[in-house]
């Protein structure tokens, strides 16, 4: 199972940027029961969990990104995506997209976003 994010880049404070994450090597069947998620982590600091959501698409985010950011998915595409807006320079980090299917757990490489004020 691979897991491929895309979407990073550079943009000024309160810019938007979307992410994306394709999962490949995964049937059908478990990925449409998965759940999904975002993380990131900056320089010197844990990763956290931005985003994450059901196989329902039932959506929970950390404090911090209420309001601004939406996390979604494609069952069809095997796709999820997070779309960043009013990003802040707090927001800089590499993210990376998550996904698990109760039994095992995969991470794809990280995209990076850097937001400057």
């Known amino acids: 199972v691979q897991l491929q994010a895309s979407g990073g880049g550079s943009v000024q404070a309160g810019g938007s940027l979307k992410l994306s994450c394709v999962t490949s090597?995964?049937?059908?069947?478990?990925?449409?029961?998965?759940?999904m998620g975002w993380y990131r982590q900056a320089p010197g600091k844990q990763r956290e969990m931005v985003a994450d959501i059901t196989s329902d698409g039932d959506a929970n985010y950390q404090d911090s990104v209420k309001g601004r950011f939406t996390i979604s998915r494609d069952n069809a595409k095997k796709k999820m995506y997070l779309q960043m807006n009013r990003l802040d320079p707090e927001d800089t980090a590499v993210y990376y997209c998550?996904?698990?299917?109760?039994?095992?757990?995969?991470w794809g490489e990280g995209t990076q976003v850097t937001v400057s004020s």
């Open positions: 090597g995964m049937i059908w069947s478990t990925f449409r029961f998965s759940r």
């Open positions: 998550n996904i698990g299917t109760g039994s095992y757990e995969y």
